[in-house]
């Protein structure tokens, strides 16, 4: 047991110096790569726009997890019938 704790300790320290020396360069690529999809200069209205967004896609994703799982589907339709 204490061999597999050094060697996972071995493991991290491997990684977390992979990433401190690597890292940067990275996360410049990735920046490069996606510089399509970075609003520059960043507004209010455009912050606003993409926070109500990510609400609603969140929301609907929530809603659809509930209405394919058996128990919510039946409890959806419930709720449904209570408010007509």
């Given amino acids: 047991m204490a061999s597999k704790l050094h060697q996972l300790q071995s493991k991290a320290c491997q990684a977390s110096q992979l990433v401190a020396k690597h890292g940067s360069n990275y996360y410049r690529q990735l920046l490069e790569q996606n510089k ?6 960043p507004t209010v209205e ?3 726009l993409l926070s109500k967004q990510l609400f609603y896609t969140r929301l609907a ?11 919510g589907f039946l409890l959806l339709f419930d709720r449904l019938g209570e408010t007509s």
């Fill in 36 to 41: 399509q999809y970075i609003q520059e200069p």
């Fill in 46 to 48: 455009k912050v606003n």
């Fill in 61 to 71: 994703r929530e809603v659809s997890r509930h209405v394919m799982s058996s128990n």
